[in-house]
Nanobody, 116 residues
Framework: QVQLVESGGGLVQPGGSLRLSCAAS????????MGWYRQAPGKERELVAL??????NYSDSVKGRFTISRDNAKNTVYLQMNNLKPEDTAVYYC???????????WGQGTQVTVSA
């Protein structure tokens, strides 16, 4: 079993920045993929950004504004979010799939609200 704990959400004005963190209870060296999804009210959960051993993947809506990174020593993945827009408002969920597990793991989510 793996626990994923998100932090860094909050209320920010349009154009502002936030950095989300996702700390895993186990080493992330052997992840297949790890990253972020989000779910806005009344909408389905959607991919934001993923990182694996050699690549990153972003949704078109966040390319050029969000950056995903990892710190293996801290078992943590980050999402730097710049130039935030009201449409970025959602609950952001951390996701991790490890090479040794047949299923992925989810965090509890952190709320991001972009509003003036």
């Amino acid at each position: 079993q793996v626990q994923l704990v998100e932090s860094g959400g909050g209320l920010v004005q349009p154009g502002g920045s936030l950095r989300l963190s996702c700390a895993a209870s186990r080493s992330i060296i052997n992840i297949s993929v790890m990253g972020w999804y989000r779910q806005a009210p009344g909408k389905e959960r959607e991919l934001v950004a993923l990182i694996s051993s050699g690549s990153t993947n972003y949704s078109d809506s966040v390319k050029g504004r969000f950056t995903i990174s990892r710190d293996n020593a801290k078992n943590t993945v980050y999402l730097q979010m710049n130039n935030l827009k009201p449409e970025d408002t959602a609950v952001y969920y951390c996701y991790a799939k490890f090479s040794w597990s047949s299923r992925g793991f989810w965090g509890q989510g952190t709320q991001v609200t972009v509003s003036a």
